[in-house]
């Protein structure tokens, strides 16, 4: 009888295991010969290409990062998937665009140019107003999110509110859509940032375009990320957090209202989602209801490829998963437009290979 | 009187954990809540730390209501409750733990204070300050827990089976620190199935069945209380 148990216990497992070693083997060998096919017998690209590839990858990498720190972050305190984080993202975007636009009707005419507005007067400041704006409009969108669709859900059963996100999702695209009309603009940018413009730098004979959005994004992201991780580490807010995540009963008997703690967590997720949503749209350039779907999915499988719960893991997840898109489909040889199945494809092998990802998940048993 | 608690009802649902239960602590006192496993002490606990809200009866500590006060609110009104199974938090360094239990202490100097006291009271805590939580032996993380509780300076500490998988000898150890803590000002409610240590250091016990009190008085004589010898001294 426990030999039988045993036997039929073990034996999908094994059947399973056999299944994904076969996978595995026919992707990495696959991939292996397209790659050597592309760089070595083609050799399609010259350096160069690699290099605007990388950059790309780098800067809408740091995008992701930013998103999929929101995904590990709330996953992390509560253990549910915030599915309505790329509309946070999107509401974050039209914050900054209004504010752009806003700036760019205020007249600042100067004797040389008496068309001048202020937006082109002020670039800097200007771009500092949309991100705050972003921002603060996404932070907000979090925390309501999180006041109006998750919190009566906080006992219930686990799939609820994973259903209340998908519900959220689907309710801001709509009402942006209703509120804004569905037409796509234009993301309005400062002259002085103008998409398209920025240093070129010379690489193995070719002028590779290193734009100025591009580098702002970049680095704001990066900044960003420093200063969120000495706040999760070094701050008294960022303590209580963590304590929230492991322990929510243990954090309120020290003193700690875990109610706002969650709030805080959906808010500075919110912030930078919203910093995230303007750097996407100065960098690509529209703005729309429908925007966050993309990278808020890709921020997903980004926030899962690092370890879901870890934030380093979300971090280089983005980085790596901005990278791989961007190189991809040309190191593959495959066709341009399939950079989004590769994000998915990664998706589904992280979640068949390793489903705690680069870095290691967060186990949820743990806080509950 | 510190804490005076009346009728306490308490259920999970259908189940009933507290049947009306009634107990009192005297400023300075260290009182025993004694009984078996599934008795209702945790949940006694976790009803006066805010953590569990009952179906009826009252709380009162300092003579003000507690019942519906937020969990914070009542840590800030200076009931620690140091819950079963220590629960350090484990991915936190032995230091962050510490700073957790003086999370409302917005004092910085008065805080630095707080952890040097609470470092030389436990050197061992302090050779591992920097060391996972999580790291720590079942001692060790008894000895954080309690170090934790102290760090928020409380008037009642609430102390859930702190002998609870510990050997005999750290089991001394502990008790020792217990009575030290309350010899310097701070009432403690010990909760405990082993009642013979307990007991001892106790100047009056409850004894806990089913949810209902069934005994109670000084802690000398419930030691020497035939039932209680019966059913929890192994006599
Ligand atoms: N979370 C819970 N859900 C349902 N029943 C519980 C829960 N916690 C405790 N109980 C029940 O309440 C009663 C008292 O439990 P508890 O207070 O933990 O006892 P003790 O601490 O004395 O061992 C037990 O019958 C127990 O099974
Ligand atoms: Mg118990």
Redesign the pocket.
């Known amino acids: 009888m426990t030999a039988l148990s045993s036997v039929s216990f073990k034996t999908p497992q094994l059947v399973a295991r056999i299944i994904r070693s076969v996978i595995g083997i026919i992707v990495v060998v696959w991939a292996a010969m397209r790659i050597y096919n592309v760089l070595f017998v083609n050799q399609a690209y010259g350096l160069d290409t690699w290099v605007r590839f990388g950059i790309t990858g780098l800067i809408i990498g740091g995008m992701y990062a930013l998103i999929a720190i929101g995904y590990t972050l709330v996953y992390g305190i509560l253990g549910m998937i915030n599915f309505a984080h790329g509309e946070v993202m999107m509401i974050g975007t039209f914050g900054g665009y209004f504010v752009l636009e806003a700036l760019a009707a205020i007249p600042a005419p100067t004797l040389a140019n008496p068309d001048l507005n202020f937006l082109n007067a002020q670039p800097l400041l200007s771009i500092l107003l949309a991100f705050l704006a972003g921002t603060l409009a996404a932070s907000l969108m979090g925390y309501l999110l999180e006041k109006i669709a998750y919190r009566p859900l906080r006992n219930a059963p686990r799939l609820a509110p994973l259903i209340s996100a998908i519900g959220a999702s689907i309710f801001l695209q709509n009402a942006v859509q209703l509120l804004f009309s569905p037409q796509l603009r234009d993301y309005t940018n400062p002259d002085a940032l103008a998409r398209g413009t920025g240093w070129s730098i010379e690489i193995a004979g070719s002028q590779v375009l290193v734009t100025y959005t591009g580098v702002l994004s970049f680095v704001l992201s990066i900044l960003l990320m420093v200063g969120l991780y000495v706040l999760v580490q070094k701050t008294r807010i960022g303590r209580a957090m963590r304590a929230v995540a492991q322990d929510k009963k243990t954090a309120a008997l020290m003193g700690v209202d875990v109610d706002a703690v969650i709030s805080q967590t959906f808010i500075i997720s919110g912030a930078l989602a919203g910093a995230a949503g303007v750097m996407w749209g100065i960098h690509n350039g529209l703005v729309y209801y429908f925007l966050g779907f993309i990278p808020g999915i890709k921020a997903f499988t980004a926030a899962v490829l690092g370890g879901i719960g870890n934030i380093p893991g979300a971090m280089l997840g983005g980085l790596v998963l901005g990278l791989v898109e961007s190189i991809g489909p040309a190191a593959l040889g495959i066709d341009f437009q399939l950079k989004d199945v590769i994000a998915f494809l990664i998706l589904v092998l992280v979640l068949i290979f390793r489903p705690s990802g680069l870095l290691g998940a967060a186990s949820v048993e743990e806080k509950l | 009187m510190m804490l005076e608690i009346t009728d306490l009802k308490v259920s999970?649902?259908a189940?009933q954990?507290l049947r009306g239960i009634d107990l009192t602590l005297n400023e300075g006192e260290i009182v025993a809540l004694i009984?078996?496993?599934?008795?209702?002490?945790?949940?006694?606990l976790q009803t006066i730390s805010g953590l569990l809200k009952p179906v009826s009866g009252s709380i009162r500590f300092l003579g003000d209501e507690i019942i519906g006060v937020a969990p914070q609110e009542i840590v800030a009104r200076g009931i620690i409750h140091v819950p079963?199974g220590r629960r350090i938090f484990s991915s936190l360094t032995v230091e962050e733990n510490l700073e957790m239990g003086a999370y409302l202490q917005r004092d910085k100097i008065a805080k630095q204070r707080t952890l040097e006291e609470a470092y030389v009271r436990f050197p061992r805590l302090k050779e591992r300050r920097k060391q996972a939580g999580g790291t720590l032996s079942g001692g060790e993380q008894q000895m954080l827990a309690i170090a934790r509780a102290i760090m928020a300076q409380p008037k009642l500490l609430l102390l859930?089976e702190p002998s609870m998988g510990l050997s005999p000898v750290l089991v001394e150890q502990i008790f020792d620190i217990i009575e030290s803590i309350n010899d310097q000002g701070t009432s403690i409610l010990l909760?405990e199935q082993n009642a013979q240590m307990a007991l001892s250091i106790a100047n009056r016990g409850y004894v806990?069945e089913t949810?209902g009190i069934v005994l109670s008085g000084e802690a000398e004589s419930l030691l020497h209380d035939p039932m209680v010898i019966e059913a929890y001294l192994g006599g």
């Open positions: 999970y649902g189940i954990a009984g078996g496993n599934g008795a209702g002490k945790s949940t006694t079963e859930d909760v806990l949810g």
